[in-house]
């Protein structure tokens, strides 16, 4: 029964047996990684010779491992950069070249070529090519832009500003509300100073700057018989001057810069040179920081004089 068996099974799946007093010979095989695992039918038609020869009918059959799992010998990829894509991506451009500029129309679009939203094409290419493509791109968005209309692009137009509330400011009218409001700032400080400057101050501002305007027509060099320096001089009175007394022109019913009478007899300085009115009553009411002045001032001329008598006696 068993003989019948493995007769039939050789003729109908199997091949010729080998001859007896002949080895079979054994193929090697490379090491090869199975990646998962292989399941074969019972009907595999890759049975061994050996189990074929087999006497009992429970022996196991063992199926080999199919041709279809191996490596394949043969790479299916194609690449990108070969000479006959080179050539036609040549003949494109010379075509497109002739035709018309690229930055003046826009090349129709190749049903082969994937665009990227960069412009530049999908898949793999040189570095040069990419640069190309995005420069391309990059003139075509530019010629479109200064082919649309100003009104539309916003090109040449005043910037709108606006406020909290996305009211339009006008900004004309702004900068001369904000240049009045700055001049009258000015002129708020300026009448503030001049209020609290006194009567006196006011007068003297006004003598310097008539001789400012009389300064243009003088000479350049004053001599000692310049009678109007000498004038000057000779008005000019100083509290401490012993001749006060009697070379004084304005001795009763003497009157100040304002033209109101001051008082004639003896009263203490001050730094400003103002003499007290006519109706003083010769009592000091200050609290002595006049006297404190004028003490500071002769100690720092004091000092003066003596560091320059110091070094005259050491040369």
């Given at each position: 029964?068993?003989?019948?068996?493995?007769?039939?099974?050789?003729?109908?799946?199997?091949?010729?047996?080998?001859?007896?007093?002949?080895?079979?010979?054994?193929?090697?095989?490379?090491?090869?990684?199975?990646?998962?695992?292989?399941?074969?039918?019972?009907?595999?038609?890759?049975?061994?010779?050996?189990?074929?020869?087999?006497?009992?009918?429970?022996t196991p059959?063992?199926?080999?491992?199919?041709?279809?799992?191996?490596?394949?010998?043969?790479?299916?990829?194609?690449?990108?950069n070969?000479?006959?894509?080179?050539?036609?991506d040549?003949?494109?451009?010379?075509?497109?070249?002739?035709?018309?500029?690229?930055?003046?129309?826009e090349?129709?679009?190749?049903?082969?070529?994937?665009?990227?939203?960069?412009?530049?094409?999908?898949?793999l290419?040189?570095?040069?090519?990419?640069?190309?493509q995005?420069?391309?791109?990059?003139r075509?968005?530019?010629?479109?832009?200064?082919?649309?209309?100003?009104?539309?692009?916003?090109?040449?137009?005043?910037?709108?500003?606006?406020?909290?509330?996305?009211?339009?400011?006008?900004?004309?009218?702004a900068?001369?509300?904000?240049?009045?409001?700055?001049?009258?700032?000015?002129?708020?400080?300026?009448?503030?100073?001049?209020?609290?400057?006194?009567?006196?101050?006011?007068?003297?501002?006004?003598e310097?700057?008539?001789?400012?305007?009389?300064?243009?027509?003088?000479?350049?060099?004053?001599?000692?018989?310049?009678?109007?320096m000498?004038?000057?001089?000779?008005?000019?009175?100083?509290?401490?001057?012993?001749?006060?007394?009697?070379?004084?022109?304005r001795?009763?019913?003497?009157?100040?810069?304002?033209?109101r009478?001051?008082?004639q007899?003896?009263?203490?300085?001050?730094?400003?040179?103002?003499?007290p009115?006519?109706?003083?009553?010769?009592?000091?009411?200050?609290?002595?920081f006049?006297?404190k002045?004028?003490?500071?001032?002769?100690?720092?001329?004091?000092?003066?004089?003596?560091?320059?008598?110091?070094?005259?006696?050491?040369?």
């Amino acid at each position: 029964m068993s003989s019948n068996l493995a007769a039939y099974l050789a003729k109908n799946y199997l091949n010729a047996d080998p001859p007896s007093n002949s080895k079979p010979k054994k193929k090697k095989r490379k090491h090869e990684s199975s990646s998962g695992l292989i399941i074969a039918d019972d009907d595999a038609p890759t049975w061994s010779a050996t189990n074929a020869n087999s006497d009992t009918e429970d022996t196991p059959i063992i199926a080999g491992t199919s041709t279809s799992f191996r490596k394949a010998k043969k790479s299916n990829w194609i690449l990108a950069n070969t000479n006959e894509t080179a050539e036609a991506d040549a003949i494109i451009a010379s075509n497109r070249d002739n035709s018309k500029p690229a930055d003046d129309v826009e090349a129709l679009p190749d049903p082969g070529v994937v665009k990227m939203e960069s412009g530049a094409h999908a898949g793999l290419q040189t570095a040069a090519q990419v640069s190309a493509q995005l420069a391309a791109a990059k003139r075509k968005e530019e010629a479109r832009f200064a082919a649309m209309d100003p009104s539309v692009t916003g090109m040449g137009q005043e910037t709108i500003y606006r406020d909290a509330s996305g009211r339009i400011i006008n900004i004309a009218m702004a900068r001369a509300e904000a240049r009045k409001k700055a001049e009258e700032e000015e002129e708020k400080v300026a009448r503030v100073r001049e209020m609290q400057k006194g009567e006196v101050q006011k007068i003297e501002e006004e003598e310097r700057r008539k001789k400012l305007q009389e300064a243009k027509y003088m000479t350049l060099a004053r001599y000692r018989d310049d009678e109007e320096m000498n004038r000057e001089m000779k008005e000019e009175e100083r509290w401490a001057d012993p001749a006060l007394a009697f070379l004084t022109k304005r001795k009763d019913g003497a009157r100040s810069k304002t033209g109101r009478k001051t008082y004639q007899g003896a009263a203490p300085p001050n730094r400003f040179g103002i003499r007290p009115g006519h109706r003083w009553d010769g009592v000091d009411r200050g609290n002595g920081f006049e006297k404190k002045w004028f003490l500071a001032q002769n100690k720092l001329k004091e000092k003066k004089e003596l560091q320059y008598t110091s070094m005259m006696d050491i040369d």
